[in-house]
């Protein structure tokens, strides 16, 4: 009776472990919709005041005025900051001194030649007038021919001096013209180097960043502030160069920002820069929205899906559905493994052009332990 029972038990256990082995597996599942297939690439970046200008110092020195502070709008040509360089201020007062000096030295000498040239015509006019008079003499035997030759001789030689004074003249208004014209070009150059140590707005913005403090050595060509356009705001994203050529002018956008969580903007690419930034290999690229956030500021990090091309109306299911260009499809209660021909595709949804249709049960994710004909007990995915 014992062995009967024991048998019974055994076979009770048996016959268990093969209902259970051959009870359907949960498995979750996704339907075939119709919808739109996308094909995007992904890009990163910011917003940008698209006005945006680095102001760089001019000169190298020491920052001993800041002026103003991020945030504050400023106006074209509005003094941001004053950089001190003593080299350029000690000689710009040289130069000055010089300028002074050199109108000093040249006009007194200018001056003799003039006073000189007076009496030189005075002297000529006089020695003319002897002269004529001796010619008079020596015809009515009044004066002998030497003593007029005399005479005449001493006229010729006064008005010599007084050519000679005047090329003299010219010479000495030539050298203060020239030494004058050089010192003023001098001061000139000069005042221009000494107005560069004032750092100035080139473009009316708001001052987007401050990169020096106060007492700081700056060197030329180091940027001090960055001043831009808020008004005018827009996305630059970085486009690897092994997707760019699938991307044109004009092309759509969906954004996502940080900012703006559980939210999805729409935008255009409206300029791809033609040269690649080296260090990441990418082309920067501008977008506009097409309609512009509110509280949208300058340095929001973006994510854009650039659209590259899109299908309406196709069978769509989840990405993760596709297992090597098949999908599992439930057929009642038994798993199929069916091929398919895939179109489209991102990381979320696949376009199915042919081995599907609309409304078919596939599986999410296959488990590894069921194969072609499983029993499954098809549950929707959440």
């Known amino acids: 009776m014992k062995r009967r029972s024991l048998a019974l038990g055994i076979a009770a256990l048996v016959t268990a472990f093969g209902l259970a082995m051959a009870a359907p597996?949960?498995?979750?599942?996704?339907?075939?919709?119709?919808?739109?297939?996308?094909?995007?690439?992904?890009?990163?970046?910011?917003?940008?005041?698209?006005?945006?200008?680095?102001?760089?110092?001019?000169?190298?020195?020491?920052?001993?005025?800041?002026l103003v502070r991020e945030g504050e709008h400023v106006e074209k040509g509005a003094l941001l900051a004053r950089v001190e360089n003593t080299t350029i201020t000690h000689a710009l007062e040289r130069g000055k001194l010089e300028l002074a000096a050199s109108s000093k030295q040249a006009k007194p000498k200018l001056s003799g030649l003039v006073a000189k040239a007076t009496a030189l015509r005075s002297e000529l006019a006089l020695a003319r007038s002897e002269a004529d008079r001796a010619d008079a003499l020596v015809k009515g035997g009044g004066m002998s021919a030497i003593d007029r030759d005399r005479l005449q001789s001493r006229a010729t030689q006064l008005d010599a001096e007084l050519r000679a004074n005047s090329a003299d003249q010219e010479l000495a208004r030539i050298a203060l013209t020239s030494n004058t014209a050089q010192a003023e070009e001098d001061v000139?150059?000069?005042?221009?180097?000494?107005?560069?140590?004032?750092?100035?707005?080139?473009?009316?913005?708001?001052?987007?960043?401050?990169?020096?403090?106060?007492?700081?050595?700056?060197?030329?060509?180091?940027?001090?502030f960055d001043v831009g356009n808020t008004e005018q705001l827009a996305l630059r994203v970085a486009i690897d160069e092994g997707d760019i050529a699938r991307v044109k002018v004009g092309a759509s956008a969906l954004v996502t920002m940080y900012a703006f969580r559980g939210e999805t903007f729409r935008a255009k690419i409206t300029r791809i820069l033609p040269d690649a930034d080296?260090?990441?290999?990418?082309?920067?690229?501008?977008?506009?929205?097409e309609t512009t956030p509110p509280n949208l500021r300058s340095g929001m990090t973006v994510?854009?899906?650039?659209?590259?091309?899109?299908?309406?109306?196709?069978?769509?299911?989840?990405?993760?559905?596709?297992?090597?260009?098949?999908?599992?499809?439930?057929?009642?209660?038994?798993?199929?493994?069916?091929?398919?021909?895939i179109g489209l595709r991102d990381l979320l949804k696949a376009e199915l052009k042919s081995g599907a249709n609309e409304g078919d049960a596939v599986l999410v994710a296959r488990d590894a332990s069921l194969s072609d004909g499983s029993w499954v007990w098809p549950r929707k995915a959440q």
């Open 278 to 289: 080296r260090s990441t290999k990418s082309f920067p690229s501008w977008l506009h929205f």
């Open 303 to 341: 994510e854009a899906n650039v659209i590259t091309d899109e299908h309406e109306g196709a069978l769509m299911v989840p990405s993760e559905s596709i297992d090597a260009n098949h999908v599992w499809r439930v057929d009642g209660f038994r798993l199929r493994r069916v091929p398919v021909a």
């Open 188 to 224: 000139r150059a000069l005042t221009s180097q000494a107005d560069d140590t004032e750092v100035r707005a080139p473009v009316a913005g708001i001052v987007l960043r401050r990169h020096v403090e106060l007492s700081e050595v700056v060197m030329q060509n180091q940027v001090l």
């Open 25 to 66: 597996k949960r498995v979750s599942v996704a339907y075939v919709t119709r919808g739109r297939a996308v094909n995007a690439v992904y890009a990163t970046g910011t917003i940008e005041a698209e006005d945006r200008t680095s102001v760089k110092a001019k000169v190298p020195g020491s920052v001993i005025a800041l």
